[in-house]
């Protein structure tokens, strides 16, 4: 069941509006946006027809919801290395002995359809109106399932989150042996059989709920796919107009694999298999050398930056001025927990000005307000998203400002002091999906219940799958001495 849309005009106010004009935000001071249906239909100040109702919103932001090109959709484990590492250590490739035994999932798949929609919420909870969900494969038999997705389908109408799903699948990975060398196995077959499904999926679910949900393909990462499966992917989303994602320039690691196997940089390689389009998302491109930019840019794919997981090991992209400044198209993701893209931009705006190293002038507030709205909106190739003015789509975040200390500037402000938590109140396809910080349909403290008992569960199961299989204390540090009472 979608949440119901109110019938007539709706007439928004706040101290401040972000509204656009021919191809730019602008700020409108005490402004008003009526919204009507699944569209705004005004944006500016005297709105000379009748409404249904008024909403003000006092000392607070409206802006255009937040599109997340690589959205947060399970209980996110990079957070559990965050202080516990090598990966290949600490249970993020899988041990030789584990594939032996034959992964498993390590939930069930009500605990999973329950992390989607747990997701979800969380993701409307942080003003996110667009999201193109990422999960981790570490703790998967394999890929993600069609089940998985038919329920993550369900979970995003029933919030009414707008969504381009699609099962996550590969034809390999890697392996950790007992040395602890890193190796890689493939099997074809089960990645092209995941492309099908995928694919089924698609036909299937794309354009539901009002065109609500739309679908995707979603190649895992460069080094855990054969060529054929890129190929077959990138032909499969051209037939079938699709964004198709892959994580992409991620890691040394990554490089390294892919430089082994085909002589080629990452871009290079997909260069060559003609995996680059207008089509073509590709978290995280930070790990890119010589014409990799180039070549993604001129094959008319997308980045997809992700400051804040990035930041977490120590990672930064080299930058993200520069890469405007050539002509990539870039548009922002959160990737990890919390799936804050206020946090995201703010990490982002001060990574940029350490990274291109002549203070303020690196980057500005709106360079990735710009990213987080209208740069993922044309990444999908949708001018109708990420910008508020009559004709476009009604999905806006509220943003409360009146805990904060303000800046002449709403936008410099957003940078400086909330957080998403600070989101009140959002609306999608024009539907009223929170406020107040509520989402009506969904029990915010019975749910972080439930999934903490699932995270605390996998947890528990981690010295399965890694090296050596030490217990759950060693694979996870302690940050200072630890007492617990006997018994
Ligand atoms: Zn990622």
Same mark, same amino acid.
């Given at each position: 069941?979608?949440?119901?849309?109110?019938?007539?005009?709706?007439?928004?106010?706040?101290?401040?509006?972000?509204?656009?004009?021919?191809?730019?935000?602008?700020?409108?001071?005490?402004?008003?946006?009526?919204?009507?249906?699944?569209?705004?239909?005004?944006?500016?100040?005297?709105?000379?027809?009748?409404?249904?109702?008024?909403?003000?919103?006092?000392?607070?932001?409206?802006?255009?919801?937040?599109?997340?090109?690589?959205?947060?959709?399970?209980?996110?484990?990079?957070?559990?290395?965050?202080?516990?590492?090598?990966?290949?250590?600490?249970?993020?490739?899988?041990?030789?002995s584990y594939i032996e035994r034959g992964p498993y999932e390590m939930y069930s798949a009500?605990?999973?359809?329950?992390?989607?929609?747990?997701?979800?919420?969380?993701?409307?909870?942080?003003?996110?109106?667009?999201?193109?969900?990422?999960?981790?494969?570490?703790?998967?038999?394999?890929?993600?399932?069609?089940?998985?997705f038919e329920a993550a389908a369900s979970a995003a109408e029933a919030l009414g989150?707008?969504?381009?799903?699609?099962?996550?699948?590969?034809?390999?990975?890697?392996?950790?042996?007992?040395?602890?060398?890193?190796?890689?196995?493939?099997?074809?077959?089960?990645?092209?059989?995941?492309?099908?499904?995928?694919?089924?999926?698609?036909?299937?679910?794309?354009?539901?709920?009002?065109?609500?949900?739309?679908?995707?393909?979603?190649?895992?990462?460069?080094?855990?796919?054969?060529?054929?499966?890129?190929?077959?992917?990138?032909?499969?989303?051209?037939?079938?107009?699709?964004?198709?994602?892959?994580?992409?320039?991620?890691?040394?690691?990554?490089?390294?694999?892919?430089?082994?196997?085909?002589?080629?940089?990452?871009?290079?390689?997909?260069?060559?298999?003609?995996?680059?389009?207008?089509?073509?998302?590709?978290?995280?491109?930070?790990?890119?050398?010589?014409?990799?930019?180039?070549? =993604?840019?001129?094959?008319?794919?997308? !980045?997809?930056? *992700?400051?804040? #997981?990035?930041? +977490?090991?120590?990672?930064?992209? /080299? $930058?993200?001025?520069?890469?405007?400044?050539?002509?990539?198209?870039?548009?922002?993701?959160?990737?990890?927990?919390?799936?804050?893209? =206020?946090?995201?931009?703010?990490?982002? !705006?001060?990574? *940029?000005?350490? #990274?291109?190293? +002549?203070?303020?002038?690196?980057? /500005? $507030?709106?360079?990735?307000?710009?990213?987080?709205?209208?740069?993922?909106?044309?990444?999908?190739?949708?001018?109708?998203?990420?910008?508020?003015?009559?004709?476009?789509?009604?999905?806006?975040?509220?943003?409360?400002?009146?805990?904060?200390?303000?800046?002449?500037?709403?936008?410099?402000?957003?940078?400086?002091?909330?957080?998403?938590?600070?989101?009140?109140?959002?609306?999608?396809?024009?539907?009223?999906?929170?406020?107040?910080?509520?989402?009506?349909?969904?029990?915010?403290?019975?749910?972080?219940?439930?999934?903490?008992?699932?995270?605390?569960?996998?947890?528990?199961?981690?010295?399965?799958?890694?090296?050596?299989?030490?217990?759950?204390?060693?694979?996870?540090?302690?940050?200072?001495?630890?007492?617990?009472?006997?018994?």
């Amino acid at each position: 069941m979608i949440p119901p849309r109110e019938s007539g005009p709706t007439l928004l106010t706040a101290r401040w509006l972000i509204g656009h004009d021919k191809g730019r935000h602008q700020i409108l001071e005490r402004g008003q946006i009526v919204i009507d249906g699944d569209r705004v239909v005004f944006v500016g100040y005297d709105f000379p027809g009748e409404v249904a109702r008024r909403m003000d919103f006092g000392e607070a932001v409206i802006a255009p919801g937040f599109v997340d090109l690589d959205a947060l959709s399970d209980l996110d484990t990079t957070i559990l290395g965050f202080d516990n590492g090598p990966a290949a250590k600490k249970g993020r490739v899988w041990p030789r002995s584990y594939i032996e035994r034959g992964p498993y999932e390590m939930y069930s798949a009500e605990e999973l359809a329950f992390q989607k929609r747990f997701a979800f919420a969380q993701l409307i909870r942080n003003g996110i109106t667009t999201a193109l969900p990422i999960a981790s494969l570490f703790y998967r038999e394999w890929g993600e399932t069609v089940a998985e997705f038919e329920a993550a389908a369900s979970a995003a109408e029933a919030l009414g989150l707008r969504v381009y799903l699609g099962p996550a699948f590969r034809s390999g990975g890697q392996v950790v042996e007992a040395d602890g060398s890193i190796g890689t196995v493939f099997d074809e077959p089960r990645g092209l059989q995941g492309l099908d499904d995928a694919i089924a999926f698609c036909r299937r679910h794309e354009g539901r709920a009002g065109g609500l949900v739309r679908t995707m393909l979603a190649p895992d990462r460069i080094e855990t796919c054969t060529p054929e499966l890129l190929r077959r992917s990138a032909a499969a989303a051209a037939e079938l107009d699709v964004p198709i994602r892959l994580h992409c320039c991620q890691s040394t690691t990554e490089l390294a694999i892919v430089r082994r196997l085909h002589e080629r940089t990452p871009p290079e390689w997909l260069r060559d298999l003609d995996f680059l389009s207008e089509r073509a998302l590709l978290p995280h491109a930070a790990h890119v050398s010589g014409d990799d930019l180039a070549i =993604i840019r001129d094959g008319g794919a997308a !980045v997809v930056h *992700c400051p804040l #997981v990035a930041a +977490r090991h120590g990672g930064a992209v /080299r $930058s993200f001025t520069s890469y405007k400044a050539m002509g990539q198209r870039i548009g922002l993701g959160t990737d990890t927990w919390p799936p804050d893209m =206020i946090l995201n931009m703010q990490l982002g !705006v001060m990574l *940029c000005r350490v #990274v291109e190293d +002549r203070g303020i002038e690196g980057c /500005r $507030s709106e360079d990735y307000f710009d990213a987080a709205t209208i740069g993922g909106a044309d990444a999908l190739r949708r001018p109708d998203l990420g910008r508020l003015e009559p004709g476009a789509k009604a999905d806006i975040a509220v943003i409360d400002l009146s805990r904060t200390l303000q800046t002449p500037d709403p936008i410099q402000s957003l940078m400086t002091g909330p957080t998403g938590r600070d989101v009140t109140t959002v609306f999608i396809d024009g539907r009223m999906v929170m406020h107040e910080g509520r989402i009506p349909v969904f029990d915010e403290s019975r749910a972080f219940a439930r999934a903490q008992a699932q995270f605390d569960g996998v947890i528990a199961r981690y010295p399965e799958r890694t090296l050596g299989h030490p217990p759950v204390e060693q694979i996870f540090s302690s940050s200072y001495p630890r007492l617990a009472r006997d018994g």
